[in-house]
Every structure is written in structure tokens, then in C-alpha cells.
């Protein structure tokens, strides 16, 4: 099974509102990256934050990260209709490994 | 972009045929990933590569092997194509020291009828 699970599967907000995914994981990382992806290309890094974090900012990005819930959110504020694609987490396993495994994504769709 | 490059693109094969897709970067990163995307299932990783002549399975390497010869390439080998193996192939690559991020290829569109 993969490790992680973002939640919801499929988003839909007015242009403007905030739009809130979430990420749960099973391992013990040792960092946790966003990425997004536009139909049809690939995937684009957008935050990472390290397991002694707990938020981090980027512009209109806001993630968070809770290790003893194996949790992360990924916060979009005012949101635009370029923001419409899907978001993955990714998770770098602290197993000594040096595997990047992805959960199965939220498709956002924003509705100008 | 990263320089990241896969080919072919897109690729229609037969069951049965061997079938192998090439990743080439110029960023001489070390590390190299080959996932499929498939719907509801999101990224899953195949193989990836720490090194020259060094690879490890991920969670769904069944029917599938790489190789890297060179930093700049990685292979990946379907032996004998499936149709369950009709996907978006994806590579990335990653200097990974733990801190950085993934650069993804555009992707390689494979069926298999």
C-alpha cells in the first residue's frame, strides 16, 4: 500500500476562498515535500518541511506538519484558477532508504 | 527546468513485446526514480537508483527492471508488456541529500494492446 493518503480525493472552491488538503502518512520520515501537477505534465515541488518543523510559508502556501499524528496540511490562500491541478505529498522515509514515495493526490478545481 | 529528459514519449506496443523507456538527465544528480501514475492511485515508484549500477525495487517493481550504466541514464525494462502495464511512466531525479527536492520528467505515455 503507498504511504501516503491525501484527503480529500477531489476539491472544488470558489476563486478567492482558501482551499485545505491533507496528507497522512505510516512511516517515520524524515521529510515531507508538496508538489503539484497540471493535466497531462509533471510534477512541480512546492514545499517541503523537515520532520523538526511544524509550519512552514511559502507566498500563498502554507503547510503544516504534525510527526505523532504522521500528518501534514497543505494550505492554499486566495486561491486563483491557476491553482486548478492535483497535489500530491511525498514522503522521504527515515530508514536509512532512499525512497520518495507519493500518496494518490487531491485534484483541486477552481471555479472563477 | 531541470534538465530532464524522457523518451519516448508516447509509445503504443503489443503484449508480449519488450519495451524500454529511457530517462536522461544533465544535472548529474545521484538519485533517479521511475514511477507509474495511474487513476486513484497516484505516483508509485517502480524502481529508483542511488548510483551508477546501484538500484533497489520500490512498491510495485513486478515485471519491470532498470539499469544505469551512466549517471545521466536510467532505464526502465518492461520484459514482456501487459496490459496492466498500460500507464504514464514518470522518472525524477534528486540529489537527495535528505533536504532537497524532485525534478520529474514530462512523462511517457505506454500502451499496451
Known amino acids: 500500500s503507498q504511504q501516503g493518503e491525501e484527503d480529500p480525493q477531489a476539491l472544488s472552491i470558489q476563486e478567492g476562498e482558501n482551499a485545505t488538503m491533507n496528507c497522512s502518512y505510516k512511516t517515520s520520515i524524515n521529510n515531507l515535500q508538496w508538489y503539484r501537477q497540471n493535466s497531462g505534465r509533471g510534477l512541480v515541488h512546492l514545499i517541503l518541511i523537515r520532520s523538526n518543523e511544524r509550519e512552514k510559508h511559502s507566498g500563498r502556501l502554507r503547510v503544516t506538519l504534525d510527526t505523532s499524528k504522521k500528518s501534514s496540511s497543505l494550505l492554499i490562500t486566495a486561491s486563483r484558477a491557476a491553482d486548478t491541478a492535483s497535489y500530491f505529498c511525498a514522503t522521504d522515509e527515515n530508514f536509512g532508504n532512499e525512497k520518495l514515495t507519493f500518496g494518490t493526490g487531491t485534484r483541486l478545481t477552481i471555479i472563477p | 527546468d531541470a534538465g530532464i529528459t524522457q523518451s519516448p514519449r508516447h509509445k503504443v506496443t503489443e503484449t508480449g513485446t519488450p519495451v524500454t523507456l529511457r530517462c536522461h538527465q544533465t544535472e548529474n544528480h545521484r538519485y533517479m526514480y521511475w514511477y507509474r501514475q495511474d487513476p486513484g492511485h497516484g505516483l508509485r515508484l517502480i524502481h529508483y537508483?542511488?548510483?551508477?549500477?546501484?538500484?533497489d525495487k520500490g512498491e510495485v517493481s513486478d515485471g519491470y527492471s532498470v539499469s544505469r550504466s551512466k549517471t545521466e541514464d536510467f532505464l526502465l525494462t518492461l520484459e514482456s508488456a501487459t496490459s496492466s502495464q498500460t500507464s504514464v511512466y514518470f522518472c525524477a531525479i534528486s540529489e537527495r541529500d535528505r533536504e532537497t527536492e524532485a525534478f520529474f520528467g514530462q512523462g511517457t505515455r505506454l500502451t499496451v494492446v
Open positions: 537508483s542511488y548510483g551508477v549500477k546501484d538500484t
